[in-house]
């Protein structure tokens, strides 16, 4: 009996956090990524499409996780990016992710 009232517990409390869990949309609206980049027009940086156009077939998910923690310049123009050391990975991982399929 207590083991069954475990497992009930340990499911309601992963359907719980999945239930929580933000979409990739939620996190870039969080991470205030919005203010600059749009999905299908360029603000102030590159829309999400022009991005995952440019890396098209390539994996660079780690390599463009650098380049949001650390910011620069030069992939889209002379506008600098900056730095987003804040964002945690696992968050950074799926937005970078999600960017790509557009």
């Given at each position: ?5 475990t ?31 749009a ?7 590159p829309?999400?499409k ?14 463009l ?38």
């Amino acid at each position: 009996m207590k083991a069954a009232l475990t497992m009930i517990s340990l499911a309601a409390a992963l359907m719980a956090a999945q239930a929580g869990a933000a979409t990739p949309e939620d996190l870039l609206k969080q991470n205030n990524c919005l203010a600059c980049h749009a999905v299908d027009a360029k603000v102030v940086g590159p829309s999400y499409k022009q991005v995952a156009a440019k890396y098209k077939g390539q994996d660079v998910v780690a390599k463009l996780m650098d380049k949001v923690k650390k910011g620069g310049s030069g992939s889209f123009g002379p506008v600098p990016m900056s730095p987003n050391p804040q964002v945690p990975d696992a968050d950074l991982k799926v937005m970078v992710q999600w960017i790509l399929t557009r």
